[in-house]
Nanobody, 126 residues
Framework: QVQLVESGGGLVQAGGSLRLSCAAS????????MGWFRQAPGKERVFVAA????????YYTDSVKGRFSISRDNAKNMVSLQMNNLKPEDAAIYYC???????????????????WGQGTQVTVSS
């Protein structure tokens, strides 16, 4: 049974940093596509960042490029999202996602991902 558990969310001032972690069980993060999505109140869940299958290339939505960094820790079977220079518009619930059969063209579509965590809240004060 696949389980994804996020942690690391919280309240931070604009310009600050947070590091989100996603602990996986029932799958091997090294071989799965692993991603982060976020959902603000009243808005659709949107793509933030992802690692496609077992590759090292990272993909980001334009608004977080240069500020966020996604990484895998194969030994701990975890994925992290380092978020720097946070802005009020980054505030949302952040979800970890995983999928073993994703194709690259579907990476940014939340509906294409099969496994989800419960989410962690990120609040950014201005």
């Amino acid at each position: 049974q696949v389980q994804l558990v996020e942690s690391g969310g919280g309240l931070v001032q604009a310009g600050g940093s947070l590091r989100l972690s996603c602990a996986a069980s029932g799958l091997t993060v090294r071989t799965y596509s692993m991603g982060w999505f976020r959902q603000a109140p009243g808005k659709e869940r949107v793509f933030v960042a992802a690692l496609f299958r077992s590759g090292y290339n990272a993909y980001y939505t334009d608004s977080v490029k240069g500020r966020f960094s996604i990484s895998r820790d194969n030994a701990k079977n975890m994925v992290s999202l380092q978020m720097n220079n946070l802005k009020p518009e980054d505030a949302a619930i952040y979800y970890c996602a995983a999928d073993s059969r994703l194709i690259l063209s579907s990476l940014r579509s939340w509906i294409s991902w099969n496994h989800w965590g419960q989410g962690t809240q990120v609040t950014v004060s201005s």
